[in-house]
């Protein structure tokens, strides 16, 4: 803060205001004060430590380092201050706070004084999208009339050091824009005006995106100054029509402060957008994230701090494209097409593919049929964090759960948060099913949530839910687990039981990309023991070791749910999959643990369970993996996987593990960025999910005689069945590695030792019509899914 008799001093001679100390308003500063040195520039800038280096050390050591500013430029915290008694007023903050500032302004400023911005960009002010010049008018209507601009192509780096520089004031008032022309002009400063104050805002302003433009394109491959010359050409087209339709002239976008300004921005590396693009560019060129070996090292010591350390390198991108976004909302509204900045705001905000913006710049009226098939672009995964426990992921896990349940606009009619009323119901609901439905210390806390203390309550309930959730991963113990289901397998063998495991599918694809994406096995769940199955399935392959899914329904005991969490497994506890929290807990840590580059085996679909409530968690699940994608930019490969138990009637009936024969398949992996292509919009995840599952489900010789008995309702002679398996298979488009014979004499083994038929007098008649039925529909859904196809 100035001292007091400091302020009384400055009061006595003339003073103006510049409002904001970036690097240009810094320079604005350094110029007006150069020409006028009976003048005192008085800058109000947000960050303490700035306005101290500019009071002690006539420095702006934050945003304009090693520039000497003049004796007659000084700073102060405190907004009334720094207009008391001003000449006029110079606004230079960032645009997303100027209705707050000028807001603020408005209190404490009198209507006979010139204001003038420095500022580009556009401000959302209730529905409306408005320039600069709209936003301060609509602020301080008392002021439209006497609202100028300063623009141009203006780097603070060269006006400080006095290099030559063309600007444009613009504003209604002549005698205003002669007062701030006065100001700056000297013998390296030229300022020309305009009343076109619409025109120098939109030229100003959509020169910044387009500067974006190329500085990405700077870095891609094979992308050079041919096709920087072509975006800029577009880009002003472009800018010229939305200019058109808002009120600007054309010969205003032309001058300098549209093209002069926009050549200045996008070809010079003083540019911060140029820089911001280019860094852009390098993040779309990067393969992945492989730790350091400083970071592996704190990996064990504090996992914490490499993972904080990892979420702050991906919070810079989503930032500075802020800009872009209403300039699509104007597009649409004017109905102005703009298919550069289009395709940039892809690129940008919604993370597609570079070659949009390359294909759109050398044919912009192609550009809906190039965004069509365009699909996101997605990076290697991250590599280094995959034994991680899952219990590390907590603090990011919690943030998450918080963030999403506690916004003001959750609330409900109640006035309380939605989730808070959610969980007075869920408690309502569950009452008279006794405390052994809850977890320690869960009942308890719900029963005591309101909006008061919901943010601390629910963040307890999940770390309850977590801890309950979460595996203990141990790459020692998770080796000697595997080994022990190998020696299981091969113990029952020598036993005699007739458990052979099959693997079929697409192995080898798999295998090749498990190093560059992250891998989600998404399994057919029929059995609470098939997680056995698929990870002996996969173990067997050399495939990426998951964490996997673990049904409440296992065997019950303290030390066996201990070593399989000990082995990577979560345990899921489907009766809780109602409660909003725990389900949320349960979809947070599975993202948590893809976007670390951790695999997943994870059942969909459940059974046992409410029907309603295990396809929302599917649903749940899928749309927090395309958020996980696009956050981290990187690839998540969806793995189907089958299992049929082929000596089993019932499949879901629990038998001793590794005593039975099955079949697992491996389908060919989905990747989830080609579901961001518009062409594949009309399709969600988990249907496609469910079609794989059925076109790639085994046909075990019994679904083929029972389809055939379904179809003779349920009586055909023998010789008629052993000479028509042929024709039915064929008919139903259906591939098999077993001849005729062999599908007979299995089938009719496996329905005659479970007495679902009965053989008398050549003829096969069925015992039990509805378990014929369930079997025969396996080959009469995968007949139906292969016929769409």
Not at 115 to 124: D, E, P
Not at 347 to 375: C, G, M, Q, W
Not at 675 to 689: G, I, K
């Amino acid at each position: 803060m100035i001292p007091d008799q400091m302020i009384r001093a400055y009061s006595k001679i003339k003073k103006i205001s510049i409002i904001g100390a970036g690097s240009w308003g810094t320079a604005v500063a350094k110029v007006i004060a150069e020409n006028r040195p009976d003048l005192l520039v008085l800058m109000w800038a947000y960050e303490k430590a700035t306005v101290n280096s500019i009071n002690t050390r006539s420095q702006n050591t934050e945003f304009l380092p090693g520039v000497r500013l003049p004796s007659n430029i000084k700073a102060t915290s405190h907004l009334s201050e720094s207009v008391e008694n001003t000449k006029c007023i110079i606004i230079a903050t960032p645009s997303k706070v100027i209705p707050d500032t000028v807001t603020k302004l408005s209190y404490i400023i009198k209507d006979d004084i010139p204001i003038a911005y420095l500022t580009k960009g556009f401000c959302r002010i209730g529905n409306e999208i408005l320039t600069i010049s709209q936003s301060i008018a609509k602020v301080m209507p008392s002021f439209a009339d006497r609202i100028s601009c300063i623009y141009g192509p203006s780097h603070a780096e060269e006006v400080v050091n006095y290099y030559h520089t063309c600007l444009t004031v613009a504003g209604k008032s002549e005698d205003d824009r002669k007062f701030f022309m006065d100001l700056l002009n000297c013998d390296y400063i030229s300022c020309r005006e305009t009343a076109d104050i619409i025109g120098v805002d939109l030229g100003g302003t959509l020169k910044n995106p387009a500067a974006i433009a190329a500085g990405i394109i700077s870095r891609l491959p094979r992308c050079g100054d041919n096709l920087a010359g072509a975006l800029m050409a577009e880009s002003l087209k472009e800018m010229l029509r939305l200019g058109r339709v808002m009120g600007g002239e054309a010969d205003t976008i032309v001058d300098i402060t549209g093209t002069g300004d926009l050549v200045a921005t996008a070809l010079s590396d003083h540019s911060r957008n140029r820089r911001f693009g280019k860094e852009i560019a390098g993040q779309i060129l990067e393969k992945g994230t492989t730790l350091s070996m400083t970071d592996k090292i704190y990996l064990r010591l504090n996992p914490d701090y490499v993972l904080e350390k990892m979420a702050k390198n991906l919070s810079y991108l989503a930032e500075g494209a802020y800009a872009i976004e209403p300039l699509m909302e104007l597009a649409d509204r004017y109905s102005v097409a703009i298919p550069v900045y289009r395709s940039l705001y892809e690129v940008l905000l919604n993370k597609k593919e570079p070659s949009l913006l390359i294909e759109t710049i050398k044919d912009p009226d192609r550009f809906h049929e190039i965004y069509a098939t365009s699909k996101m672009h997605v990076k290697e995964k991250k590599k280094g964090l995959e034994k991680l426990k899952g219990k590390y992921f907590k603090k990011i896990i919690l943030a998450r759960i918080t963030a999403k349940y506690l916004p003001a606009d959750h609330l409900h009619e109640t006035g309380e948060p939605d989730i808070v009323n959610h969980m007075k119901k869920h408690l309502q609901e569950r009452e008279g099913g006794g405390t052994s439905l809850f977890f320690r210390n869960e009942l308890k806390l719900i029963t005591s949530i309101n909006a008061a203390n919901a943010e601390k309550v629910i963040r307890k309930l999940s770390a309850i839910y977590l801890k309950q959730i979460s595996d203990q991963n141990n790459p020692l113990i998770s080796r000697l687990f595997l080994k022990a289901l190998d020696l299981l397998y091969i113990r029952n063998r020598m036993l005699g039981y007739k458990n052979r495991i099959k693997i079929t599918g697409e192995i080898h694809r798999i295998f090749n990309i498990k190093e560059r994406f992250n891998t989600l096995y998404v399994m057919r769940h029929k059995n609470v023991n098939d997680f056995f199955y698929y990870l002996y399935a996969i173990k067997h392959n050399s495939l990426s070791l998951p964490r996997f899914f673990v049904p409440d329904t296992v065997k019950p005991g303290f030390f066996y749910r201990y070593i399989l969490r000990r082995s990577g497994g979560f345990i899921v506890h489907t009766s809780k999959l109602e409660n909003h929290i725990y389900r949320e807990c349960l979809i947070q840590y599975l993202s948590a643990l893809i976007s670390h580059g951790v695999p997943v085996l994870f059942f969909p679909e459940l059974k046992p369970a409410t029907e309603s409530v295990i396809s929302s968690l599917g649903e749940n699940f899928f749309q927090i993996l395309n958020g996980v994608m696009f956050q981290e930019s990187t690839e998540i490969a969806l793995v189907p996987g089958e299992i049929s138990y082929n000596n089993l009637v019932n499949e879901s009936a629990v038998k001793p593990v590794m005593k039975e024969a099955v079949t697992v398949n491996f389908s060919n992996p989905l990747f989830l960025s080609d579901f961001t292509r518009e062409t594949n919009m009309l399709v969600s995840v988990p249907d496609h999910l469910r079609d794989v599952w059925i076109a790639d489900e085994v046909i075990l010789p019994h679904h083929i005689l029972c389809g055939m008995l379904e179809e003779n309702n349920y009586i055909i002679q023998t010789d008629k069945l052993k000479k028509g398996i042929n024709r039915f298979i064929n008919s139903r488009g259906i591939v098999l590695d077993k001849n005729r014979k062999h599908i007979f004499h299995e089938g009719m083994k496996f329905l005659v030792k479970n007495g679902i038929v009965s053989r008398k007098d050549n003829y096969i008649t069925s015992i039990e019509n509805e378990t014929i039925k369930r079997l025969s529909s396996v080959i009469n859904m995968k007949a139906a899914s292969l016929e769409q196809k």
